[in-house]
Structures are given as structure tokens and as C-alpha cells.
């Protein structure tokens, strides 16, 4: 069990963020990161995406950032 929370968000909208959560777990995967930094990728994403307008991307730039 991995537990973890979307830190220091406002959330302005949730459209996709379900699309995205999925998105970037998959994708680290994938790319051979172990579950336990998958998740955190993902989360990181899903926070990040949690604070845009409508539907939108989630760079790398914002992931690294």
C-alpha cells in the first residue's frame, strides 16, 4: 500500500484529472520506474493538472519543476 497526498493544491477544476492520474502512471511505468516513483510522477501530475482551467497538459518542465 502506497499512500500519498496532492500537496498544496487549490483545486480549480477536475476535468481529465482521472485521464491524467492514469496517463503518467502508465507512462512511468512503461518506462521501467518501479511502482513507488510511478506513483509519486503520477500524483505530482494529478496535483498539477488539478490547478488549470478546463482541460490541459502537464509538461515535463512543470513535473521536474
Known sequence: FIKSYAQG???IN???ARETL???LSLA???GLE????HVLANKALAI???K???????VEELLG
Open 9 to 11: 493544491s487549490n483545486i
Open 14 to 16: 477536475t476535468i481529465g
Open 22 to 24: 492514469i496517463s503518467a
Open 29 to 31: 511505468l512503461e518506462s
Open 35 to 38: 511502482i513507488e516513483h510511478s
Open 49 to 51: 493538472s488539478l490547478t
Open 53 to 59: 482551467d478546463d482541460t490541459a497538459t502537464v509538461t
